[in-house]
């Protein structure tokens, strides 16, 4: 009689004992961690900063913006075409309007 078993792929036939997760004591913690200092690609974007400060005769100053200083932007724009028809289709198939689509991420 054979049995209906799913196969994981990425186990043996004897089942997952070689990817067991270690125990937290058996890792070694608090090592040495060396620094190599700034990172290529951060060290040429100073360069290229440094460039072109001097090329403009100009020091780029950051300034953090106020919460007055923030963008206000339209919470309701207006629906380009694509949309409208779109909405349009939608209420055509549901004409009771009760079918409320459900969204994996809440805005």
Not at 50 to 75: F, P, T, V
């Amino acid at each position: 009689m054979q049995t209906e078993e799913k196969s994981d792929p990425i186990c043996n036939s004897q089942g997952c004992t070689q990817y067991l997760h270690p125990h937290d004591d058996t890792h070694p913690k608090d090592y040495f961690v060396p620094n190599f200092g700034k990172d290529k690609d951060i060290h040429t974007n100073d360069n290229s900063l440094d460039w072109a400060e001097k090329q403009l005769g100009h020091k780029w100053e950051w300034k953090k913006k106020d919460e007055k200083d923030k963008i206000e932007y339209n919470q309701a724009p207006k629906l380009d075409e694509d949309m409208i028809t779109s909405q349009s289709n939608l209420k055509a198939t549901d004409p009771s309007g009760k079918w409320k689509p459900v969204f994996d991420v809440q805005l």
